[in-house]
């Protein structure tokens, strides 16, 4: 579907930046006259801030199953487009997400195992024809991404039941990342994410300002 606004979408595993780099994206845009949507997966609703907290709870006794937990990313996501996303990039605004179908595709498709295919369809169903313009995919060890949490924190930070899969688990998250954006690399692009912020930023701006410029 073709809107006046342009759809970006953050990706990267735990702790790697993306809000960090948001937040930034946002100052930086906002002072360059753009409207802009800061908003995040699971979640952006008050619906899918609810689903959020009951997929990311680590609870004794709690289970979830690989399809709830898969359907309940994309209840998030379908509510989260209707109320938000799409309007949003109907009146024009440039949407800034954090995580997005890339993410359902690593995790649960690849790193969890329920296939990519039929993960990948979920999703299509989920999106209702709304799907990312550009994606930057901010690459880190997922080991690096840990340390950065805690040094933030300064004590071994509490994990969220997904963090919670192992370092294993992140490893593929990571290996799956690579491969969509190596096929989809006129959406995707790899940023490395070992830099310091500030040029992480600037390489982030080097691709998505000509890309505005283009498509505006
Ligand atoms: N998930 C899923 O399984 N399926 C799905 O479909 C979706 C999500 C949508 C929630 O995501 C979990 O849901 C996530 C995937 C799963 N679980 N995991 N893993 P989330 O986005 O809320 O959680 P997260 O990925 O763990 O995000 P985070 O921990 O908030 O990290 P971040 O936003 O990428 O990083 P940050 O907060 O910007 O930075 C972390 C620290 O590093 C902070 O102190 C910064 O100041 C510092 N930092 C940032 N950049 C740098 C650089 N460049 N150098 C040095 N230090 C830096």
Redesign the pocket.
Known sequence: MNFPGRFITIE???????????AELNRFLTNSGYSVLVT???GGTVFGEKV?EL??EEKKDLRVGLLA?LFL?LAS?SQHIEEVIKPALISGRVVLC????D??IA??GIARGLGRELVEDQCHLACQGVFPDLTLF?DLDPEL?LK??E??EGKPSEK?R??N?GLFF?ES?RKALLFLAEENADRIHVID?????E??LEKSLRILQPFLKRTS
């Open positions: 990267g595993g735990e702790g790697s930046g993306k809000s960090t780099l948001i995040r997966e699971p959020r997929l990311l937990e990313f996501r954090d995580r997005f179908n993410s359902t995790y649960q901010l991404g950065r949490r040094l933030a969220d997904i963090e899969a992140h998250v994410a070992s830099f310091p912020k040029v992480v």
